[in-house]
């Protein structure tokens, strides 16, 4: 191509971005108000309705547990988590996040900040309701970079967070190529929707539970592009908050995981402050998929949520764990980091 071509092609390509569509944020339709928690909802402070739902414990509850579910997927996921729980005295709250399961806009990208405006809402609900009982988070990939996405500007009012396999992939640890793809697609065609079909990716080793979870008419089998670089925001906003991540956290992934990548992981593994004794500390499933709560292997994990929150020091058989060290490459991990979380 001539040298005087260049700068005329790049004129047309800016010219045709500046016609392009934008990715879209969904704003909400309803008029503010006050939050309140009802049985099977919970009204934010837009007016927004949040479907809910509980695992009760059937004697006396002895902690409350708040669940984000991950993208796509909504409070379902979180059955059989809730009813194992409740058997060792801990009620369970899961709600729909906007866009997902059984709220309005399904399948529309809300934002990142009225997802995390959201869970602030929930945990005041939660703490004026049960003020005498401690107050723990969970959140499934999307939902664990929700729950680090609102520590940005201020620790939260909670007992402890537990990540399952938290969506960290920023931007910055991305391709050139697939970050570019990205960008480009959510301008030009935002509302294209994808289904992961041909990509071979496997969320768990529990084929029969995946089947049903495939047919669940609830769960979003094709995503929109403006979803997928909302996601992305959220992710980045999420790994930026990595520095306020202090207090009692408990942070759990598959070594056989293909849905969040090991190399990122162990990035922001790495990135992680310094903590005194065993606030934090990481469990490496050796034969953990993404789905960890889903896994054929899931009441190890589950048992492991239930010691921790109970504050026991030492979680399950650690032959079914991996050393931080043996998953991580030693370049990616500081020498504090390595001895902390074990």
Same mark, same amino acid.
């Given at each position: 191509m001539p040298r005087f071509a260049i700068p005329a092609v790049l004129v047309c390509m800016l010219q045709i971005?500046? $016609?392009?569509?934008? !990715?879209?944020?969904? =704003? =909400? #339709? #309803? $008029? !503010?108000?006050? !939050?309140? %928690?009802?049985a099977s909802f919970a009204v934010m402070d837009d007016g927004f309705r949040l479907p809910l739902k509980l695992w009760p414990v059937n004697t006396k509850s002895r902690v409350i547990l708040l669940a984000l579910h991950g993208l796509n997927d909504y409070h379902n996921g979180f059955t059989s988590t809730g009813e194992y729980l409740a058997r060792r005295g801990i009620t369970t709250f899961a709600y729909d996040q906007r866009g997902f399961g059984n709220s309005e806009g399904r399948g529309?990208?809300? $934002?990142? $900040? &009225?997802m995390v405006e959201d869970l602030l809402s929930m945990i005041r609900l939660l703490r004026r309701q049960y003020p005498d009982q401690p107050l723990y988070l969970i959140g499934e990939s999307m939902g664990g970079a929700v729950v680090l996405a609102a520590? &940005? +500007? #201020? !620790? %939260? #009012?909670? +007992?402890? %967070?537990? %990540?399952?396999a938290p969506a960290i992939w920023s931007r910055d640890r991305m391709p050139w190529y697939q970050r570019f793809a990205l960008w480009l697609a959510a301008r030009t065609m935002p509302s294209l929707k994808l289904t992961g079909d041909g990509l071979d990716l496997q969320p768990t080793d529990n084929l029969e539970m995946w089947r049903a979870w495939s047919r669940d008419p609830l769960v979003i089998k094709s995503t929109r592009v403006d979803v997928l670089y909302g996601t992305s925001n959220l992710m980045d906003r999420a790994v930026a908050a990595a520095a306020n991540l202090h207090g009692r956290v408990l942070i759990l992934y598959g070594r056989r995981d293909e849905i969040v990548p090991r190399e990122p992981t162990c990035q922001w593994l790495g990135s992680l402050p310094s903590e005194n004794g065993h606030l934090r500390q990481t469990r490496i499933y050796a034969n953990g998929y993404h789905m960890l709560t889903r896994d054929l292997q899931a009441d190890v994990v589950l048992e492991d949520i239930a010691k921790w929150i109970a504050g026991a020091d030492h979680l399950t058989d650690g032959s079914n764990t991996i050393a931080l060290d043996a998953f991580c490459p030693a370049a990616l991990l500081s020498p504090a980091s390595r001895a902390r979380d074990q």
């Open positions: 971005l500046q $016609g392009c569509a934008t !990715p879209h944020v969904q =704003s =909400s #339709a #309803a $008029g !503010p108000t006050t !939050p309140v %928690l009802e529309l990208w809300h $934002g990142s $900040g &009225r520590l &940005r +500007d #201020a !620790p %939260l #009012a909670v +007992d402890g %967070l537990i %990540l399952l």
